[in-house]
Nanobody, 125 residues
Framework: VQLVESGGGSVQPGGSLTLSCAASKFAFRFYDMTWIRQAPGKGPEWVAS????????????SYADSVKGRFTIYRDNPKTALYLQMASLKPDDTAVYYCARGRGSPSNLPPRGDWGQGTQVTVSS
């Protein structure tokens, strides 16, 4: 599994940012994919997941309550890429964001070995 995130940076509150994740070395289109974040001094937090072709409901997103209505997860299977479009950003969104292979939920995260290296997002005025 190889996952490489990009697109992080610094943005003011209320701003927008889109993260990308380039996936390789596995059959991306079949797998559920997930975004996870970890804020300074806190544990990792599930952000969003999207189902893969292995599921009858392929392409279906799910979101943590904290980001619902502000973030959009989507994928481009031919490009083996995962995205996280973030809008109305808040200081509490400041974290390292990771993409991961597998489905997540508020109580379960994909194995750490299936995460990328992360990209920093800082929301500050």
């Amino acid at each position: 599994v190889q996952l490489v995130e990009s697109g992080g940076g610094s943005v003011q509150p209320g701003g927008s940012l889109t993260l990308s994740c380039a996936a390789s070395k596995f059959a991306f289109r079949f797998y559920d994919m997930t975004w996870i974040r970890q804020a300074p001094g806190k544990g990792p937090e599930w952000v969003a997941s999207i189902t893969g072709l292995v599921d009858a409901d392929a392409g279906t997103p799910s979101y943590a309550d904290s980001v619902k209505g502000r973030f959009t997860i989507y994928r481009d299977n031919p490009k083996t890429a995962l995205y996280l479009q973030m809008a109305s950003l808040k200081p509490d969104d400041t974290a390292v964001y990771y993409c991961a292979r597998g489905r997540g939920s508020p109580s379960n995260l994909p194995p750490r070995g299936d995460w990328g290296q992360g990209t920093q997002v800082t929301v500050s005025s």
